[in-house]
């Protein structure tokens, strides 16, 4: 089964607008984390935000929020005011406990398309 | 300058060879990563290492191996690269800690024909 499902392969946005990309995940841990990472057609991969499975409140940074709902297991991305420099790939991805540690497990990715 | 560089940034190579992905940190960071990105599949673990003296699998290691030269340094082999390793290769270093937020490298593209 999937871990982390982002069933968006494809979003457009209008500049200026806001949009969700939606993300919803697998776990039985009780302590998990949850990111979003962007990575643009130059290919690296850059940190967005972060929100822990014990946080009460949504994580923020900037134009990014991270609307986290724990009983349906989603963690949707929300960027405000989208930027035409916003187009990009964006991952959703958990880290959970596992025996020895921690590893981290990625979606498969929702390419963002910001329209003029 | 970046604080996680690799090298190459693109290599091709033939079936066969062996070739070795470099990954260099300066962030001071003691866990280290490798994955690969392949179309609609997202990143997958290859190896971690939580320091110098630990080596271990992820979820697709086989036709792979890894050295940890140094804290700093985390190196990736195919010894006999195959066609189906072509892909875009992360190293990725994380503080230690539950959160965990891992600091991606600029990628290495490879194509094995």
């Known amino acids: 089964a999937q871990k982390i499902t982002q069933t968006q392969p494809g979003m457009f946005v209008q500049e200026k607008e806001a949009v969700t990309l939606d993300c919803t995940y697998d776990?039985?841990?009780?302590?998990?984390?949850l990111f979003w990472y962007k990575q643009p057609s130059s290919g690296e991969m850059i940190f967005l935000i972060y929100?822990?499975?014990?946080?009460?409140q949504n994580a923020t940074e900037g134009r990014y929020s991270l609307n986290f709902q724990k009983a349906r297991k989603s963690a949707n991305l929300v960027i405000s005011a989208s930027q035409l420099g916003d187009s990009a790939m964006y991952f959703c991805?958990?880290?959970?406990?596992?025996?020895?540690?921690?590893?981290?497990?990625f979606g498969a990715g929702t390419r963002l398309f910001v329209k003029a | 300058d970046a604080d996680v560089t690799q090298t190459p940034r693109n290599r091709i190579t033939k079936t066969g060879k062996r070739i070795m992905l470099e990954c260099s940190q300066t962030?001071?960071?003691?866990?280290m990563y490798w994955y690969r990105q392949d179309p609609g599949l997202g990143l997958r673990l290859i190896y971690y290492?939580?320091?110098?003296?630990?080596?271990n699998k992820g979820e697709i290691s086989d036709g792979y191996s890894v050295s940890r030269q140094a804290q700093a340094k985390f190196s990736l082999s195919l010894e006999s690269a195959i066609p189906n390793q072509t892909a875009l290769y992360f190293c990725?270093?994380?503080?230690?800690?539950?959160?965990?937020?891992?600091?991606f490298g600029p990628g290495t593209r490879l194509l094995v024909l």
């Open positions: 962030k001071g960071h003691d866990r």
């Open positions: 290492s939580f320091d110098v003296k630990d080596i």
């Open positions: 991805a958990m880290r959970e406990a596992y025996t020895g540690g921690f590893k981290t497990i």
């Open positions: 990725a270093t994380s503080p230690p800690g539950p959160q965990e937020t891992q600091y």
């Open positions: 776990t039985s841990d009780p302590s998990y984390g």
């Open positions: 929100q822990g499975s014990y946080d009460q």
